[in-house]
């Protein structure tokens, strides 16, 4: 099969790796000459190029950009598309994309692969990084079903975990696990900037331990992920944040009036329930 | 110097352990003979008994008791001291603690060392516990110098990192870094477990991954423990509750009202700030 890449970063040049090793021809395109070369010098590609016009012949073509780049993207590819080219998207929100894309190419399936380290670039792309990982697809009504069933046996291949949900479903799930977790731990940094004692402020310094560092680790991530899962995902998230918040105003009050016993269940409830949010492994 | 260690679980063992390599006498107390029995057995202590009278000569006494027992364990203590007997004790909470126990035993210095595993009980004391941890130690203007100095000197000995402070910044300062930490953990894992829809709850499971198990993890901690922190340090804790939700509540505007450029801001404060809340290891 001709695969087409868009945006040789993380995402798009680990699935390069991949799929190339699966035997299928990688046509990669960046915006930039120098990732262009290093992606066929790695093996991401077996050719790349700057212009969107050499995916013309691609039979797939994974949209690996931005998601505030994802629109204009497909915009200036669909000139040079066959009406048989899949499109399909890595974005970590489902429901603006989905909704964005598919009026402009129906034979679009969103997907989201549940992968990533802290690096970035065609740099960081490795082999096998979707192994045993849960990739995402979104298909809508319109979605050709041979479409969603040509993507699914591409992200198996390379080792994703399959799973097919509605694009509102995904978000409101990555709200959940994903987005709250971000604003709140960033709450829990900024919060702690406010302390006006410069002694106690030190001193929570000096004290912090393996706690503050797990709780506080995804508030000290890349400001432009946060901001982008609050722009496209703003509704979901914000339905977590109102709910998240009112479980907060419990605990408090519990504290406030000293509700021990009450307290003491809520931790009994949250200790039983979190294994299941965890990947056996 | 002949010390006494009551309550010979994981802090209390590792204590015996690590003093006792530095040519201290060791003498232990538990409530239970096996205890005692496995305490001599793995050298956390050179005698143990189940009896508080056997600590009559002691020049030191670490108090390792849940804080609950603090103050019972002192009381039924004083009869059997001499005057020259210095008690500490080991509690995460120490302004409650202090003006507890001060009264009843001047010669009282309050400390809290930063160590500890998920492992209990005396077969889980280890060897180095405390090695480049804060311990801190809280005295208060009646406490003597000379056994501040005492204890000091004991815990730098074993290869703690020393500090001192008062006993309401101690608690501010752990409110901030380890009991709110506990507390908005808690809430996200129980406002996961009010989502209504089955199907993203379970989804939520499915796709859940590094950030939400880093930011649930100690809110699915010992609810003890929790309830220990909430009961002990409630005043120092609502403070932070209080700042943390004023904190969220401006995200949730921002959010809210689309403000994305201040939004990432203040990621970009927590990201920049975070860095000097862990230690350099």
Chains 1, 2 share one sequence.
Not at 190 to 199: F, G, R, S, V
Request: negative net charge.
């Amino acid at each position: 099969m001709q695969i087409g890449i868009v945006g040789l970063g993380l995402i798009g040049g680990s699935l390069g790796l991949d799929l190339k090793a699966q035997g299928h021809e990688i046509l990669g395109v960046s915006r930039r000459d120098r990732t262009c070369t290093v992606a066929v010098e790695r093996g991401v590609a077996d050719r790349a190029s700057t212009e969107l016009s050499s995916l013309s012949e691609a039979d797939v073509i994974f949209l690996c950009t931005p998601i505030g780049q994802l629109q204009t993207t497909v915009e200036q590819l669909i000139p040079h598309l066959q009406p048989s080219t899949i499109l399909t998207d890595v974005g970590s929100v489902k429901g603006s994309v989905v909704s964005t894309i598919a009026p402009l190419w129906p034979n679009f399936v969103g997907g989201h692969p549940m992968s990533g380290t802290h690096e970035n670039g065609v740099d960081a792309a490795v082999r096998d990084l979707f192994v045993g990982n849960p990739y995402v697809l979104t298909p809508i009504d319109s979605t050709p079903p041979a479409s969603v069933e040509t993507i699914g046996h591409l992200v198996t291949a390379i080792g994703s975990k399959l799973l097919h949900c509605d694009p509102e479903s995904h978000d409101r799930a990555v709200a959940w696990i994903s987005h709250l977790p971000v604003m709140i731990s960033t709450s829990l940094i900024a919060a702690c900037l406010a302390e006006t004692d410069p002694a106690v402020f030190d001193l929570a310094q000096a004290l912090a331990s393996t706690g503050f560092r797990d709780t506080s680790r995804v508030g000290g991530g890349n400001p432009e992920l946060g901001r982008m899962m609050a722009e496209y995902n703003q509704s979901a998230l914000l339905q977590t944040l109102h709910q998240y918040r009112s479980k907060l105003d419990q605990i408090i009050g519990q504290v406030e009036t000293g509700e021990w016993s009450a307290l003491t269940e809520t931790f009994e409830a949250t200790r039983s329930a979190r294994p299941k949010f965890l990947k056996e492994s």
